[in-house]
């Protein structure tokens, strides 16, 4: 796993929300980014979870008072140790004493420091739904974010706001300290296979598994980008657009690029070159069957010469940079190559081929992702 957080400081504090069982989890998802974590608990949150758990989670002393050691301050005050401060879970009377700069808890206290400070506070908040729904609590919710809050959205079931999984929560602390190169930019992901109908029962796809259209998405997500991903399978804190065939995929990323205009567009998507004639019912077993393949028309090139959206194209096939380079002339922004035996797996190898660059890379499908971005940072042509 790439370590994203590496060496950063983050400071959870938990709040009197039953919600608080699952700190222990986000805690050691953090320190497997390579976050270092210490947690701050209000008085409530000791009731629900014992302080010494969240000592052995995070290899720290649990903050439970303030003490002469002003630890508000050593960690969130002008030129405190921490990065981030993480409210996770965060009620409805945290939430609204941050916002009106009540600080008589050790949670709200360590948020007043560090809203004051200006450094990046993420906010996680779990509730009952009607508490969620209360003119105040949304109004306080409102000028947290305009203070520059990231407010983490919770999970509507069951009559509860309940507090987000533990991958939503990660990328929005990625998100705060990676300093949003792509703020206010849009990007559209096409992502995973395509899946053509035979007959009633069978279908034409790929082994395209969509980890990396889904890598991608993230990583733009974590660059601060507004991000919406065509594909068939849901991706976390983006907007996602469901599709099955190659003609349904067609007909979303074009509405798309005239109704929004994203500022890039990335082909990660293994999309259909065909489309076969679909036999009425069921075909039958036992006997040879041939089937006619139309082909369709490639959805890239209408995006590139068409709608004009800065692209990045995929090319499947090792002996591919001659095409590569034709996508290139055609006005691609950039071309990632790779080879079949990375479909379906979790790692593979590329080259990434620009105007005047060729960069090999190999890792994770996360790994080769960041890389992608960088190179498309490095151009200054998302734009």
Known sequence: MRESLGDKQIVIGVTGSIAAVE???????????????????????TCIIHPDALTCATGQ????????????????????????????PCTANTLCKMAGGIDDTTVTTFATTAIGRGM????????????FRHPGVRDCLSRLESWGVEVVPPRIEEGKAKIAGTEEIVLYCE???????????????????????????RVLTTRSSGQMG???????????????????????????????????????????????????????????????????????????????????PKLLDEVITGCRIPSV?????????????????????????????????????AVILGRDSRVPVEGSKEDLAAAIWQQVLAQGDAR
């Open 175 to 201: 998100r705060a300290l990676m300093g949003r190169p792509l703020a206010g930019k849009k990007v559209l992901v096409t992502s995973g296979p395509c899946r053509e109908q035979v007959d009633d029962i």
């Open 313 to 349: 194209a995929f090319k499947l096939g090792s002996d591919e940079e001659g095409a590569a380079r034709e996508l290139l002339a055609k006005g691609a922004l950039m071309v990632v190559v790779n080879g079949p035996e990375s479909m379906g797996s979790s790692h593979g190898s």
């Open 120 to 131: 990046p506070v993420v906010v996680v908040p779990a509730m009952h739904h009607s508490m």
């Open 61 to 88: 002393e649990t903050v439970v008072a303030i003490t002469g050691r002003v630890e508000h301050v050593a960690f969130c005050g002008d030129g405190g140790t921490a990065d981030l401060l993480l409210v996770a």
């Open 23 to 45: 700190t222990i989890r986000l805690i050691h998802a953090l320190r497997r980014k390579g976050a270092r974590v210490t947690a701050v608990m209000s008085g409530a949150a």
């Open 214 to 296: 889904r890598e991608l998405a993230l990583q733009a997500f974590r660059l601060g980008a507004e991000v919406t991903v065509v594909h068939g399978d849901h991706v976390s804190c983006v907007h996602n657009v469901p599709v099955t065939s190659a003609s349904e995929m067609r007909e979303a990323v074009l509405r798309i690029c005239r109704e929004e205009t994203p500022d890039l567009y990335i082909s990660a998507a293994a999309i259909s070159d065909f489309s076969p004639v679909q036999y009425a019912g069921k075909i039958r077993s036992g006997a040879p069957v041939t089937l006619t393949l139309n082909p369709l």
